[in-house]
């Protein structure tokens, strides 16, 4: 029996110490779901669509002027109104996807661009082009709604970041694919170069419409619709184990008050899962939680549009020729490489944003982009007083371009989509996004319209300094009302919000809880 003893109380030693061995092994790195990529993938395909509008319009419009003879006011409104028809699509958006669901308002996006891409490129006048915008810019209001909410409902939450920052990943890869247009039918007779610009915007509508045959539906969606069956299907193909989609599904059900004993595939629902009553919780009579979640998110689409990018990337030509870059095709290059190096910050950007975190990327990009904003200006006033083209000036003009697409790119960029897909419960997610669009594209038409008029009212220069005063507004802002939502789940941001500078708090509160949850776990497995 002592010998019988000494034996067990080795093994039980030996145990032990392979227990606390295994502590201090690094923790496994979490596995990348190949499929949840894939799914996001295809959904963000209806962003290159406002991406190539964008991209290709800064070249096309120069093409357009010349052979349908418009003046500046006209060119300016063709091209900041798709921005503001956009907003008829993604006030239709929230309510849409929550009636027919996620994955065929993305269908439906594709569908409408396509109708309006064919328009624009057979356009045989102005008239007949700012009906294929108004088109075109429905398709664009429901993508951008659709898009993001989509990959956030799909996504893990470890790798959440990652693949909600797609829809701008795929944004700038369309800035770019429109800017290589430009380039490639530079060259054809000018009544036909702008036809095709805008003509092969379609193509991406064609894919998407093909492509979206293998994605599945949202899993919240199919919550709120009691389909809890399917729901848990589509979880475990979209999580990294088995464990993992229980736990996300228990989450959703209670936040769609869906009990937890409930386990049918089937489940009665109440009547708001489609969409009814959200109004009201949203605007009229909504929680501090809730409110803040509101400003937060209106704010940080305020501020992306209202510093400017739009400026720059659309009127980057023009910017470039008031630099003193008098060769069209030397020009139509430069905005090529603005293209390119927006594209390749924006995907350093994606593997930052769940690892370093939302708030100081956010930050930083922001600081960036005052400093290069006002830079710019100053070049561009010095530019502006000597009838002499100053090369070191003119450099710097090429430069501060670069560097400020470069830190909206990392940060203000995709974040913007990141972050205000994240943050809203999930009964108000589709209608809050669908709110924040909103207000980003109508941002966006009054930058995209009012800048000619701006820079001949206060100077070239002049502008872009207003640009940087308003940065420093955004970055006050920022960091005063942004909670950093790293790591945290879907059914967990309400509890990050209300508190306003107190947030850190309930951050803290939410890390101690896990932790407490794990050590029970851990508990529940020793024997005494």
Not at 398 to 415: D, E, H, K, R, Y
Request: proline fraction near 4%; charged fraction near 15%; include cysteine.
């Amino acid at each position: 029996m002592a010998d019988r003893r000494v034996e067990d109380n080795a093994v039980s030693g030996q145990l032990q110490n392979d227990h606390r061995i295994a502590d201090f092994d690094p923790p496994q790195k979490p596995k990348t779901n190949k499929f949840a990529i894939a799914c996001a993938i295809l959904a963000c395909t209806t962003s290159i669509l406002l991406g190539y509008d964008i991209g290709v319009m800064s070249g096309a419009n120069i093409f357009i002027q010349n052979d349908l003879k418009l003046s500046d006011t006209e060119i300016a409104v063709l091209a900041g109104t798709l921005n503001i028809y956009s907003l008829i699509g993604s006030a239709l958006a929230g309510r849409t996807s929550d009636w027919i669901g996620r994955r065929y308002t993305v269908v439906l996006s594709g569908v409408i661009f396509f109708v309006g891409a064919l328009l624009m490129g057979l356009a045989p006048g102005y008239a007949f082009l700012m009906f294929g915008r108004f088109v075109a810019g429905i398709g664009v209001g429901y993508g951008l709604m659709i898009a993001p909410v989509y990959t956030v409902e799909i996504s893990p939450t470890l790798s959440r970041g990652f693949l909600t920052s797609f829809p701008e990943v795929f944004v700038n890869l369309g800035i770019l694919l429109g800017y290589v247009s430009n380039y490639a039918f530079s060259k054809l007779p000018t009544n036909l170069g702008w036809r095709y610009m805008l003509g092969v915007g379609a193509l991406p509508a064609v894919v998407l419409a093909v492509g979206v045959l293998a994605m599945p539906e949202s899993p919240r969606w199919l919550v709120m619709q009691g389909r809890l069956g399917d729901a848990k299907r589509v979880l475990d193909k979209t999580s990294t184990s088995k464990e993992e989609a229980q736990l996300r599904l228990d989450d959703i059900k209670e936040a769609a008050g869906i009990p937890m004993h409930l386990n049918d595939d089937v489940v009665s629902v109440t009547k708001q899962s489609h969409g009814e009553g959200v109004w009201r919780q949203l605007i009229l009579h909504p929680t501090p939680a809730v409110l803040h979640i509101l400003i937060a998110a209106l704010g940080i689409h305020f501020f992306q549009q209202v510093t400017g990018i739009d400026s720059v990337v659309l009127y980057s030509p023009r910017i470039f020729a008031k630099a003193g870059i008098t060769s069209y095709e030397h020009t139509l290059l430069a905005t090529v490489a603005v293209g390119f190096i927006k594209t390749i910050f924006i995907f350093i950007a994606t593997f930052l944003l769940d690892r370093v975190g939302r708030r100081p990327l956010l930050l930083t990009s922001m600081g960036g982009m005052i400093l290069s904003l006002a830079c710019l200006g100053a070049a561009l006033t010095i530019v502006d007083h000597h009838d002499s083209t100053i090369p070191w000036a003119v450099a710097l003009c090429i430069t501060m371009v670069l560097f400020n697409v470069a830190f909206f790119s990392i940060g203000l960029g995709p974040i913007t989509w990141v972050y205000s897909s994240e943050i809203f419960p999930l009964k108000l997610r589709a209608q809050g996004v669908s709110l924040g669009v909103a207000v980003n594209r109508v941002i966006s038409g009054i930058i995209s319209m009012t800048f000619l008029s701006l820079y001949k009212a206060i100077t070239i220069g002049g502008a872009f300094f207003l640009y940087a005063g308003i940065g420093v507004l955004a970055w006050v802002f920022f960091y005063t009302m942004l909670p950093e939502t790293q790591g945290r789940t879907l059914e967990e941001m309400e509890v990050l919000f209300g508190k306003y500078h107190k947030w850190r708090q309930a951050n803290a509160m939410l890390k101690s809880k896990k932790v407490d949850h794990g050590d029970g776990d851990e508990n529940k497995g020793q024997v005494n």
